[in-house]
């Protein structure tokens, strides 16, 4: 898959742009400050509805404006599309897909980017909660259904949450909670399909990542993952071992029961805290290079190469599960935290990409093969681009998003 033309209007720093892609690597250059991780960070919104950098649409509306339009003209396997967003600061947001109204959830489906940023060294050093976002966002890349179950078991957790809550404020002995029991089963279900969703993930990933990570270091580390299950009790810390480290995965039918236990264990506990202390939201993916643990052990570079290597071995599992051909690749500001020998390496892991954006403040940090088009820009303008030789620079011709009619009303494509 990949961007033949993108076109901004409000959005982040840019009052309006038109910026034709090629095929194969893209570069964006300007000093700090100046619009180039805003540009890509437009086609991640369009991926996941999202962005890398903050949590609230607000900010990628520009300022004194009331909303954003990001509009991409995509290649599809042999389909063209054309995908647009229109992000409201007072009204839900809009999507159209072909100029048809569709549910901006559904937005996703149709673009698929892998996005590498200086952020991601938090994968490997941070917090499990990132870990875990890191899965499931690639979970439901994969299949989408999954988005549904994800969202069901959050709020069913914080119902469960609640629920014991009141229990320990009211007093409620252990045994006469009938309720719970409830909460207990719809928990276990929906957990145990993410549990075993995640765990399949991670054997798929497994390989590439180890692949990738010698790929990008330049020498085999042992590079190796594994699944951290709450409801097998074992919680490791920044002192366990990668032999010590739990990393049986349990049968996908057996899960159910394993989480049922595990809950019937920690029930005295939960009371005593008005916590779920069990389930995937307490889960963590266990990260070891030559049989120490990343977090804690290993060097910055090393940590660096580690967080490369899970985002290629994810754009590797995408690649090969998709209909529509690659994602699009994205290395925001990646060079820069590289040397040399890494830079190149990682140029060549992405060379067969159908498409791959770079952004970089020095030109002189990113690798000359991947120069063969690039875009200069400056205060949110494009200052400079090749001149536009195909069918792929044709600008969109602009259409009234206000046109796709309410969202709730939206046609499902
Ligand atoms: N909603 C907004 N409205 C107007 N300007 C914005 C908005 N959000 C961000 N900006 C501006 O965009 C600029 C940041 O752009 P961006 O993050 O794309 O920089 P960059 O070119 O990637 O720089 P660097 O090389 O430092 O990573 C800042 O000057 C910021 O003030
Ligand atoms: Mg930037």
Redesign the pocket.
Known sequence: MRVLHLSLTDF??YASAEVALARGPNLFV??????????VESLGYLASLGSHRVSSDA?????GTDSAIVRARLEAGDRELLAEVQINRSSPNRAQVNRGAIKPRELPRYFTSVLFAPEDLALVRGEPSGRRRFLDELLVTRSPRLAGVQADYERVLKQRNTLLKSARASGVKPNRLGTLDIWDERLVALGSEIVVARDQLVADLAPEVARSYAAVAGEDHAARLSTVLSIRGSVPDDETTAAEAPSESIPPAEVPEVFRQALARVRPSELDRGLTLVGPHRDDLFLSLNALPARGYASHGESWSFALALKLASAAVIRTDSATGDPVIVLD?VFAELDGSRRERLADAVADYEQVLI?A?VEGDVPARLKAHTVR?AK?TIVEQPEPVSEAATPVEAAPVEAAGPVDEAATP
């Open positions: 982040r720093n300007g000093s700090n400050g100046q619009g180039k991780t805003n540009l900010a990628l509306i520009r300022q500001d952004t403040a820009i949110g």
